[in-house]
């Protein structure tokens, strides 16, 4: 009828969890990098300035990440914004392709955004694609994820 003039809406219901032993193995991989790898050396930015350095492999100074991270609740892995007194899933995180379709979700089980999350995610992908692959990721912390992929090694055989 000309008064119906709703579209018609396709979703996709398929999701594919990971399950959660890979996240666990993901933290402590981790946790094990960040107790027994150094930092990388730190390059500076300019001859006067001794704080604020540009790490190894990045684009811009600590000043600028450290503003990032004080600005985002998301990158306080302490702070918890999901209770899990009383829930055992406080989030979900989805790794999207460029067509907004999920190709892999992680049930978030701790309180606070965890690294791990996001790169158990990543190397599941990268596990489904080529080597030679190139993949640009967006995500609202990208810079503090790409931070500590540089300073502590985390999905190293992807970086170039």
């Not at 979703?11 to 990971?18: K, P």
């Not at 930015?45 to 190894?56: A, C, L, P, S």
């Not at 450290?66 to 306080?76: K, L, V, W």
């Not at 596990?127 to 190293?156: A, E, M, T």
Request: glycine letters at 6%; proline letters at 2%; aromatic letters at 8%.
């Amino acid at each position: 009828s000309t008064t119906d003039r709703r579209g018609t809406l396709l979703v996709c219901i398929h999701a594919v969890f990971l399950p959660e032993q890979g996240f666990n193995a993901m933290e402590k991989y981790m946790d094990v990098l960040r107790a027994h790898k150094p930092p990388l050396k730190k390059t500076k930015t300019t001859q006067d300035d001794e704080e604020d350095r540009i790490e190894g492999g990045l684009c811009v100074p600590n000043s600028v990440l450290d503003g990032c991270e004080s600005g985002f609740t998301a990158t306080d892995e302490r702070r918890a914004k999901a209770s899990t007194q009383f829930f055992d899933n406080t989030a979900l995180m989805a790794l999207l392709c460029h067509h907004d379709i999920v190709l892999f979700l992680a049930n978030m089980r701790s309180a606070g955004e965890k690294q791990h999350y996001v790169i158990s995610l990543i190397e599941t992908l990268f596990q489904h694609l080529l080597l030679k692959c190139r993949l640009g990721i967006l995500y609202d912390i990208g810079c503090q994820v790409k931070r500590s992929c540089v300073k502590w090694g985390f999905l190293n055989r992807y970086m170039d």
